[in-house]
């Protein structure tokens, strides 16, 4: 009897499952291109600390080339094009227009990891972004994500690692809308 309570829970879970994944598919094909501006640091909450500042104004260019190459891994478009590449506009059809920013950059602290542990002091790259249809500016979706680095990570090495595991979230969250 407790086996076949287990089989419809894993059933009804796995139904329920694939009908949240269906409703949030995309269109199917219907985009060719995917236009990623930079993420902007406006607003963004930045750690005083010489390093992380230094890196914050080196990221939204690496950040985009990160997402870039993991939507090409993902073969989420038949063309990734760089809002600085773009010449012109973005309203050839087919196109979706991804737009972001950060919220939170900081590299942690050592001390708090060490001495206190289970997550003080880790590092955090975190943003906001939208993805929109070029043509007709409306919102396909909107995400928020904190990455926090692990307890072994330190300094800019743990930012380095948040900023690539968001890339590779966002680069996901794209390639699964558009699917």
Do not use: C
Not at 117 to 142: C, R
């Amino acid at each position: 009897m407790r086996k076949g309570w287990i089989i419809l829970t894993l059933l009804g879970l796995f139904l329920f499952g694939t009908s949240i994944s269906a409703s949030f598919a995309g269109e199917g094909g219907k985009y060719s291109t995917i236009v990623l501006k930079e993420f902007s640091l406006e607003g963004a909450a930045i750690q005083e600390n010489p390093d992380t500042e230094a890196y914050a104004k080196s990221l939204p260019t690496e950040f985009s080339q990160m997402v870039e190459e993991f939507l090409e891994v993902y073969k989420a478009s038949q063309k990734v094009v760089l809002e600085k590449a773009l010449k012109g506009g973005a309203s050839e059809g087919g196109a979706v227009v991804v737009e972001g920013r950060f919220t939170k950059i900081t590299a942690g602290s050592t001390a708090a990891r060490i001495v206190v542990g289970w997550g003080a002091g880790s590092s955090t790259v975190a943003a906001e972004w939208t993805v929109k249809d070029a043509s007709t500016g409306k919102v396909l979706g909107e995400y928020k994500k904190n990455q926090h680095s692990s307890s072994s990570v330190r300094g800019i090495h743990a930012l380095e690692s948040d900023a690539r595991y968001l890339a590779r979230y966002v680069a996901s969250t794209i390639a699964k809308l558009l699917k």
